[in-house]
T-cell receptor, first 113, second 117 residues
């Protein structure tokens, strides 16, 4: 699996957009970019995923560069409840079905009042 | 059920004892994953079941660890002769995975906190 590189920690002011970068320079054509987050003492929570095109859902937006070597997760109006560890994961498109998720160390995002 | 259910939520055991951790995935989900997370650390992949295929056991740290999934639903993670370094939160996740379709999100349970004393 391709590896990802994320900053260890980031801070963002409440109400501002939080932009979390992820490098995945060795990603291959059949690999998706997934984002999960883990709020303290809870199990990880799916946020969003994409292949080539930018994606948006009710939680966040995912911007993937044209060469697919990096991506940015955007939380448009961060709240205190968005404080969590955010994981960027590269995952092969399954032929036989879903493939395992391999988590890195993630980015610890702290939203400040 | 509404989500992935794990039991017990907390388990304290004596060093050397065997423990069994249970995971009830979301009904109909064919993929099931086990992870563990030591205090302040990231998630460590343990084992992955996908339908009737042979499980991916590449993450199991030693032969003291084993897991099975009966009837394609409930899974049990067994740790034999527990050691203090086995203390961690053990997380289970499941996802629906229609063959030939793109990946789908995994839903995680709240975990079992195992403490070996």
């Amino acid at each position: 699996d391709a590896k990802t590189t994320q900053p260890t920690s980031m801070d963002c002011a409440e109400g501002r957009a939080a932009n979390l970068p992820c490098n995945h320079s060795t990603i291959s054509g059949n690999e998706y970019v997934y984002w999960y987050r883990q709020i303290h003492s809870q199990g990880p929570q799916y946020i969003i995923h994409g292949l080539k095109n930018n994606e948006t859902n009710e939680m966040a937006s995912l911007i993937i560069t044209e060469d697919r070597k990096s991506s940015t997760l955007i939380l448009p109006h961060a709240t205190l409840r968005d404080t969590a560890v955010y994981y960027c994961i590269v995952r092969p498109k399954g032929i036989q079905g879903a493939q395992k998720l391999v988590f890195g160390q993630g980015t610890r995002l702290t939203i400040n009042p | 059920g509404a989500g992935v259910s794990q039991s017990p939520s907390n388990k304290v055991t004596e060093k050397g004892k065997d423990v069994e951790l249970r995971c009830d995935p979301i009904s109909g989900h064919t993929a099931l994953y086990w992870y563990r997370q030591s205090l302040g650390q990231g998630l460590e992949f343990l084992i992955y079941f996908q339908g009737n295929s042979a499980p991916d056991k590449s993450g199991l740290p030693s032969d003291r660890f084993s897991a099975e999934r009966t009837g394609g639903s409930v899974s049990t993670l067994t740790i034999q002769r527990t050691q203090q370094e086995d203390s961690a939160v053990y997380l289970c996740a499941s996802s629906s995975s229609p063959t030939g379709h793109m990946n789908t999100e995994a839903f995680f349970g709240q975990g079992t906190r195992l403490t070996v004393v």
